[in-house]
Nanobody, 124 residues
């Protein structure tokens, strides 16, 4: 069992930055693929970024590529999402997710564990 807790959301102006954190319980954190998803009001949950066990492989949605960076610290059981040059369309609840293995890491239904989400609001 893995429990995930996100933090770091808030209100920021367009062009600003935020850093989201996700802390995981459990001693096997390093064995999990971690990801960030987001869900805007009235929209489906969408993939944002993912990182493999070692942090050597990262993959991003086209909409955030070049602006967002996912990273992890296995010693701290944490995964991060650095978000720069934020846009109003980035406004959403951001969720941290974990899975040991997945055929398609961009699909939300592949993930076993989810956090409660943290709100990010970008004003224009």
């Amino acid at each position: 069992q893995v429990q995930l807790v996100e933090s770091g959301g808030g209100l920021v102006q367009a062009g600003g930055s935020l850093r989201l954190s996700c802390t995981a319980s459990g001693r096997t954190f390093s064995r999990y693929v971690m990801a960030w998803f987001r869900q805007a009001p009235g929209k489906e949950r969408e993939f944002v970024a993912t990182i493999n066990w070692t942090g050597g492989n990262r993959y991003y949605a086209d909409s955030v590529k070049g602006r967002f960076t996912i990273s992890r610290d296995n010693a701290k059981n944490a995964v991060y999402l650095q978000m720069n040059t934020l846009k109003p369309e980035d406004t959403a609840v951001y969720y941290c997710a974990a899975v040991q293995a997945a055929v398609d890491v961009t699909r939300s239904n592949m993930y076993e564990y989810w956090g409660q989400g943290t709100q990010v609001t970008v004003s224009s």
